[in-house]
């Protein structure tokens, strides 16, 4: 459906008025789908993208510092998440015997496991793509990335 349509607005200041507003809109849009699955699942998106950073890591373990560079939402609290995924035994946190300033931080067989169900439901969220083709899609990627700069 037409973005106009959506939020019912008749017209924008220009193109690029309207482009940042649909990027918002989209956004909103797809995160709401996922959280559908993850709060079935008893995990928020940001817990779910550090599971993923760990697995990524499997059999090492990471700091906490290196999964917040690598999260997707700069603006989450790292330390806390690590810490409720602990405790609902998705990871383990250890003093790093290098430096005891850091933490190593390693996900669980249970943490693997989770993801491991989680994948098909991922996957499935994905079909929300198949209304564009392969070159469509390869296409917007680099637009997005040629916005990020």
């Known amino acids: 459906m ?7 607005q008749k017209q924008f200041r220009n193109a690029a008025h309207k482009a940042g ?3 918002i809109y989209t956004f909103n849009w797809y995160t709401a789908k996922l959280d559908k699955v993850f709060k079935g699942e008893d995990l928020t998106m940001q817990q779910y993208n550090v599971l993923r950073i760990l697995r ?4 090492n373990p990471a700091s906490v510092k290196l999964i917040r560079e ?6 989450s609290d790292a330390s806390r998440i690590v810490e409720r995924l602990r405790q609902k035994g998705f990871i383990t946190r250890k003093e ?8 190593d931080v390693a996900i669980t ?10 994948d098909a439901k991922v996957q499935e969220m994905e079909k929300i793509f198949s209304t564009l083709s392969e070159s469509e899609l390869a296409t917007l990627n680099t637009l997005l990335d040629k916005l990020r700069g």
């Open 56 to 59: 990524g890591q499997h059999p």
């Open 2 to 8: 037409k973005l106009e349509a959506e939020i019912h």
């Open 96 to 103: 790093c015997p290098t430096d005891r300033r850091n933490v």
């Open 109 to 118: 067989e249970s943490g693997l496991a989770k993801l491991n169900a989680l």
């Open 70 to 75: 690598r999260m997707l939402d700069k603006m």
């Open 21 to 23: 507003v649909n990027l």
